[in-house]
């Protein structure tokens, strides 16, 4: 245990968040997701939703600001039924990073980015189309 790192980031998951460099991507699939199938790297969250983990992520993590859209969403393809998951992830980011578009990607376009990502986080999450996608930013020392 370390002093002021929330326990649900696991020595694991702190690792890959710290090595990833600027443009790389993190991918959070929920418990539906392919992660064994579709992950370079892949660290077990399991029973954790993404929403505390998404919480505890960016206290640590820049997103990126040299994209439009550093969020994705995998697309559940209903306009006028999004899941209700997505507000909380709002809430979040809001929190953390301010203001931020979020991308909608179909499906199988998601898992072809999420093989080309750092690494995917394997969670507990049993909301349908919960999968986010982060891309991580730079730290600036003068901040």
Known sequence: MLKLIPPIL???LLHVI???????????????FPCDALAKRIVHADG?????LL?????????????????ALMDNGDA???????QEYSKCILRHEGDRH??????????DRAKEA???????ETAL????ILKKGVVSMED
């Open 55 to 71: 919480d505890a992520i960016l206290r640590y993590y820049p997103l990126d600001d040299f994209v439009e859209c550093p969020v």
């Open 80 to 86: 006028a039924n999004r899941p209700p998951i997505w």
């Open 102 to 111: 979020v991308e909608l990607v179909d499906r199988f376009a998601f898992y």
């Open 18 to 32: 710290a090595s990833m460099g600027h443009g790389d991507e993190l991918v959070l699939g929920d418990a539906n």
């Open 118 to 124: 750092y690494a995917v986080v394997a969670t507990g």
């Open 48 to 52: 954790h939703s993404i929403p505390r």
């Open 129 to 132: 189309y919960g999968n986010v």
């Open 10 to 12: 696991s020595p694991d």
